[in-house]
């Protein structure tokens, strides 16, 4: 079982910034991710990075805005989100998978979640 947990999330004017945190119990090989879900549509991967090199991937609706990253003595990875838009609002979730050489943009790989965390941005 892994454990995680989100912070960070809150409002925002559409062009500001907010960073949210993931802290997991210990550090395994494998793949952490943020995942995102809207009301009324379906859970949207946003960012995921393979634990062991720090590879990340990204949406294409956040590349050049958001950036994923760890701190492996902390336990904790992190979602850095620029120039937000209205339509990042959404519930994030932190999402772990374990294993190596794992499809880390694939939501099917991730079986531990964390309990999400809110994120609105006013326009």
């Known amino acids: 079982q892994v454990q995680l947990v989100e912070s960070g999330g809150g409002s925002v004017q559409a062009g500001g910034s907010l960073r949210l945190s993931c802290r997991y119990d210990?550090?395994?090989?494998?793949?952490m991710g943020w995942f995102r879900q809207a009301p009324g549509k379906g859970r949207e991967g946003v960012a995921t990075?393979?634990?062991?090199?720090?590879?990340?991937h990204y949406a294409d609706s956040v590349k050049g805005r958001f950036t994923i990253s760890q701190d492996k003595a902390k336990n904790t990875v992190y979602l850095q989100m620029n120039s937000l838009k209205a339509e990042d609002t959404a519930i994030y979730y932190c999402?772990?998978?374990?294993?190596?050489?794992?499809?880390?943009?694939?939501?099917?790989?991730?079986?531990?979640w964390g309990q999400g965390t809110q994120v609105t941005v006013s326009s």
């Open positions: 999402a772990a998978a374990r294993g190596l050489f794992i499809p880390c943009s694939e939501g099917y790989v991730y079986n531990y």
């Open positions: 210990y550090y395994r090989s494998g793949c």
């Open positions: 990075i393979y634990t062991d090199s720090g590879t990340p």
